[in-house]
C-alpha cells in the first residue's frame, strides 16, 4: 500500500504548513500513544476559504470538500508532532457543521474529512466519528474537524 508519503502524493495532496491557532491553544499534542489535534477550518495558505451555513450559503457538496480541506489540516498539524508514519490508527473524528435551521446532512459534510482519513491512512484511516450540527462555528467557518490520532513509539 505505501507509505503515507506515497498515498498524499497519489492523491496530488502536499501537507501544508499547519494553521496558526485563531485563539489561546496548540495545533496538536502528544499524550502518551495518543495526539489529539486541535479543530481544523477550512484554511488554505493562511486565508479561511468559506464562511456560512450549511444548508443556505453553503451546499452539502461544497462543505464537503470544505471538510475535506480540514483534514487536509489536521493532517499538518499531526506533521507538526510526528512523523505521520507513525500514525497507527485515526481513533476519532469529530466534525461541526454550522447548519442552517432544518438542515440534518451533517454526515455527508463530514464524510469529506472521513474519506480523505481513509485515502491517506488506509486501514489505520478507519475511526469512530461524530458529526454535529452547531449554530455558529469560529470565523464564520461553515466547518470545523478535530482528530485523534494513535500512534507508534
Known amino acids: 500500500m505505501g507509505t503515507v508519503a506515497d498515498r498524499l ?6 501537507v501544508p504548513e499547519v494553521a496558526a491557532p485563531v485563539a489561546a491553544y496548540v495545533p496538536a499534542l502528544v499524550d502518551g500513544d495518543l495526539v489529539y489535534v486541535s479543530g481544523q477550518l477550512p484554511v488554505i495558505a493562511g486565508e479561511l476559504v468559506a ?12 462543505a464537503a470538500a470544505l471538510a475535506r480541506t480540514c483534514a487536509v489540516n489536521c ?3 499531526l506533521a507538526s508532532v510526528v512523523d505521520l508514519e507513525r500514525v497507527r490508527q ?7 457543521v454550522a447548519s ?8 455527508l ?12 491512512f ?5 475511526h469512530a466519528r461524530s458529526a454535529v450540527g452547531v449554530a455558529e462555528l469560529p470565523k464564520g467557518s461553515p466547518v470545523e474537524i478535530d482528530v485523534i490520532a494513535r ?3
Do not use: C, R, W, Y
Open 122 to 126: 488506509g486501514p489505520a484511516g478507519q
Open 90 to 96: 485515526i481513533v476519532k473524528v469529530t466534525g461541526f
Open 9 to 14: 502524493t497519489e492523491l496530488g495532496l502536499t
Open 51 to 62: 464562511t456560512g451555513k450549511v444548508g443556505a450559503e453553503v451546499s452539502t457538496d461544497a
Open 100 to 107: 442552517a435551521p432544518g438542515f440534518t446532512d451533517q454526515p
Open 75 to 77: 493532517i499538518a498539524a
Open 109 to 120: 459534510v463530514v464524510n469529506g474529512a472521513s474519506e480523505l482519513f481513509g485515502a491517506v
Open 151 to 153: 500512534i507508534a513509539p
